[in-house]
Nanobody
Framework: QVQLVESGGGLVQAGGSLRLSCAAS????????MAWYRQAPRKQRELVAL???????HYADSVKGRFTISRDNVKNTVFLQMNSLKLEDTAVYYC?????????WGQGTQVTVSS
């Protein structure tokens, strides 16, 4: 079955960087779009970035120029490089697979940005 396992979250000071990873299994990783979402306390889950099977990317306006999504189709892993982190980036970050009308989610990884 589909499994998505995130890692790399943590506590970082404003202006710092973190790299999130999502290890995927149970499906043919290379042919699917993958995405990162986040959910801050008392807010709705929102799309952060996505990457298609062909490597095209899309970013939320709030992270453009600071975050970079990438994928390794050999290691079945999707990454989110986060630079110049801001307090408002604090959230639980989720890896997402949209597959045939069904959304699969990882367990999430907490990112906390401190001043």
């Amino acid at each position: 079955q589909v499994q998505l396992v995130e890692s790399g979250g943590g506590l970082v000071q404003a202006g710092g960087s973190l790299r999130l990873s999502c290890a995927a299994s149970g499906f043919v990783f290379s042919i699917y779009t993958m995405a990162w979402y986040r959910q801050a306390p008392r807010k709705q889950r929102e799309l952060v970035a996505l990457i298609t099977s062909g490597g095209r990317t899309h970013y939320a306006d709030s992270v453009k120029g600071r975050f970079t999504i990438s994928r390794d189709n050999v290691k079945n892993t999707v990454f989110l490089q986060m630079n110049s982190l801001k307090l408002e980036d604090t959230a639980v970050y989720y890896c997402n697979l949209p597959q045939n009308g069904v959304n699969y989610w990882g367990q999430g990884t907490q990112v906390t940005v401190s001043s």
